[in-house]
């Protein structure tokens, strides 16, 4: 997977978040998007997950050497961030058997071995609805982190997670990143101290951001 950004630049009404971002993001690599609160790190993960429309510019995903479809590039990607809800009403095993008839696991890993993986075996009939806001967390980084996709977009990943969780955070991401693109939008460091790139969104505010020749 490998995604290149030229140009893009995104306005909501008369604001502009962002211009002039030119960057091209490979596989087997991380990145972290930094940023103040409210520098545009979720609007640019979202616009990369194509939950959200870009303003100007291009935004060109290729997988295996092909260029691929914007509306195709959800097929290779998982996404977690704090405003995605999952849904409430199912216990945690229907929440997996119901994922993963969209998206399957990486290395054929069954729901119940993914249970054991999240620490959440005593769980596995438990109503999402009932659980802590750290269990949910680490249910939406279970199911991202473990999704066969090339590409693992993670905005704020240790929302709601105790030193425990952050540790399992690290841990899980580590073993699941080889030959994948992971971005995290974050301005914690243990969130995205395994990153080797660093984009910092606010080099490309309009005041900032030098324009295009
Ligand atoms: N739907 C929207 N309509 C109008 N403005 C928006 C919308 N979504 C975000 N914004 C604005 O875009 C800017 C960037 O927001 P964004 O959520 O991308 O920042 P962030 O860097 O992820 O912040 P945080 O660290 O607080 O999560 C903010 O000024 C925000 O108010």
Same mark, same amino acid.
């Given at each position: 997977?490998?995604?290149?950004?030229?140009?893009?630049?995104?306005?909501?009404?008369?604001?502009?978040?962002?211009?002039?971002?030119?960057?091209?993001?490979?596989?087997?690599?991380?990145?972290?998007?930094?940023?103040?609160?409210?520098?545009?790190?979720?609007?640019?993960?979202?616009?990369?997950?194509?939950?959200?429309?870009? +303003?100007? /510019?291009?935004?060109?995903?290729?997988?295996? %050497?092909?260029? @691929?479809?914007? =509306?195709?590039?959800?097929?290779? $990607?998982?996404?977690?961030?704090?405003?995605?809800?999952?849904?409430?009403?199912?216990?945690?095993?229907?929440?997996?058997?119901?994922?993963?008839?969209?998206?399957?696991?990486?290395?054929?890993?069954?729901?119940?071995?993914?249970?054991?993986?999240?620490?959440?075996?005593?769980?596995?009939?438990?109503?999402?609805?009932?659980? +802590?806001? /750290?269990?949910?967390?680490?249910?939406?980084? %279970?199911?991202? @982190?473990?999704? =066969?996709?090339?590409?693992?977009? $993670?905005?704020?990943?240790?929302?709601?997670?105790?030193?425990?969780?952050?540790?399992?955070?690290?841990?899980?991401?580590?073993?699941?990143?080889?030959?994948?693109?992971?971005?995290?939008?974050?301005?914690?460091?243990?969130?995205?101290?395994?990153?080797?790139?660093?984009?910092?969104?606010?080099?490309?505010?309009?005041?900032?951001?030098?324009?295009?020749?």
């Amino acid at each position: 997977m490998q995604i290149n950004l030229t140009g893009l630049g995104k306005r909501y009404n008369y604001e502009w978040i962002f211009r002039n971002l030119t960057y091209t993001f490979e596989s087997g690599t991380s990145y972290a998007i930094l940023g103040h609160n409210g520098s545009g790190k979720s609007t640019l993960l979202t616009i990369i997950a194509g939950h959200n429309l870009y +303003s100007e /510019g291009q935004l060109e995903y290729t997988v295996n %050497g092909k260029k @691929i479809q914007p =509306d195709e590039a959800y097929r290779h $990607l998982s996404l977690t961030a704090p405003y995605l809800e999952l849904v409430e009403e199912f216990s945690l095993l229907e929440m997996l058997d119901f994922h993963t008839r969209f998206k399957p696991l990486r290395q054929q890993l069954s729901t119940t071995a993914l249970i054991d993986r999240m620490g959440l075996h005593k769980s596995k009939h438990k109503f999402v609805k009932d659980f +802590s806001s /750290g269990m949910k967390q680490r249910l939406k980084l %279970g199911i991202a @982190i473990y999704s =066969d996709t090339s590409l693992l977009l $993670l905005d704020e990943p240790t929302t709601n997670l105790d030193q425990e969780g952050v540790a399992w955070y690290q841990e899980h991401v580590a073993q699941n990143k080889t030959g994948r693109l992971i971005i995290v939008g974050s301005n914690i460091q243990h969130e995205y101290s395994f990153c080797e790139q660093q984009l910092r969104i606010s080099d490309y505010h309009s005041a900032t951001a030098k324009p295009r020749v």
